[in-house]
């Protein structure tokens, strides 16, 4: 947590808020702040600042907050990825929140095992969770909209040529010839498929609505791995 | 797995090898094969190749493999990581294996907690374990060295000089001025440091080494991050 991430419900007056729970806690036992220190905060969807730490229990502190700089840059990125198995969603999920991608769709595909779907991840609840640890480890505020689409077909004939619109466009396919290209940095959506890859019927539906078909080299990645890799090839000069 | 790594422990004459354990469940579970099938193998530090499985039973497969690829290129590069927490070690040496990462030394830093150094993901086995998971990911088969220093001041003083010569040597350091370089292509050592960074103390002895002190951006990565996203940026031609 290098920043403590405010919600509304968190304010209690104008400048007051008062933390409990997870943040509370990592104040307690992380950063060790007495009464009188000063911690990094941001409002969420708004502006990063300091709180001055003026009550502090075991069950609440309540702070003095002041905001006074944008959040980091935002990726030019939508990243349109097959669902992935649950215990590697959380993790994708704060790694895009730490990268700063914004738009987040998680797609069908003939390899992502029915039962993923039912993951209680996926709750409002415990997406905002994830993502908000993502955003507080990169000092960022603004918290990513995720998508869920749990039909291949509709989603890339129906929604996706609109997505892609103005948008340079690419599926990350392993064993297709052409190299991902580097310093895009210009709006992309990036298509990632799940274990196993999209099939050809899939990448040729992709393609269809305009993706161009990329490779990373000759490792295959695990959709943790290739996150990072590919925003630090597209987006070097952004991050 | 997207390839099953073969030890000399494997081999029951010339071309023969016999799988148990982890490599079989997944023969079994995940690849689904029957006999007669062909499965992709490499030989550990040797080529890639195929083997047909020629008997298998719950307890056992025996295939006949061949080989005769080359496995992918290795990274030029050195990895100097504060230990991370064990939880994170684990992925930290999946995904260095996945990239093609072959050195790693594990150093203390003032902000690793001592008790990091006691997990048992440290022996011998365990690393081995998961470097393979993450080198089977990658269909790669040459086994990283990782090289464990639990004394910061005499790794940095007696041992790290020698180790950079003939590389171009960084250290990741949050808030510095200078961007970290892309397309490196070239031999490196790179360290990078715990959760909440090197102090300013150990920065000025890698410095004092030979490290030039570079930065990623607004952003603060997590170390099992910011791998990826320096390895990319630094070798995206290797890759």
């Given amino acids: 947590m290098n920043l403590a991430l405010l919600f509304e419900e968190d304010f209690i007056g104008g400048d007051r808020v008062r933390l409990t729970g997870r943040r509370l806690a990592h104040l307690h036992s992380v950063i060790r702040v007495s009464t009188g220190d000063r911690i990094p ?68 595909s003939y390899k992502v095992e029915k039962s993923f779907w039912q993951t209680p991840w996926l709750s409002e609840e415990s997406l905002r969770e994830n993502l908000t640890l993502g955003l507080e480890q990169a000092r960022d505020t603004v918290m990513p909209r995720v998508h869920i689409r749990k039909l291949f077909k509709p989603f890339v004939e129906d929604e996706l040529p609109a997505l892609l619109a103005g948008k340079r466009a690419l599926v990350a396919h392993p064993g297709t010839d052409t190299p991902c290209p580097t310093h895009l940095n210009q709006p992309t959506a990036l298509c990632i498929g799940p274990e196993g890859g999209f099939t050809p019927y899939e990448v040729g539906k992709l393609e269809e609505a305009g993706c161009g078909a990329v490779h990373l080299g000759a490792r295959i990645l695990r959709v943790e791995t290739a996150v990072p890799v590919l925003v630090s090839r597209l987006f070097d000069a952004c991050l």
Avoid: Y
């Fill in 41 to 108: 905060v941001g409002r969420v969807d708004g502006d990063i600042g300091t709180a001055e730490v003026l009550h502090l229990t075991d069950t609440e502190a309540e702070l003095r907050v002041s905001f006074h700089l944008p959040p980091p840059a935002a990726l030019p990125l939508t990243l349109i990825l097959a669902m992935p198995r649950p215990k590697m969603l959380r993790r994708v999920l704060q790694t895009c929140a730490t990268l700063g991608v914004k738009d987040i769709w998680l797609i069908n």
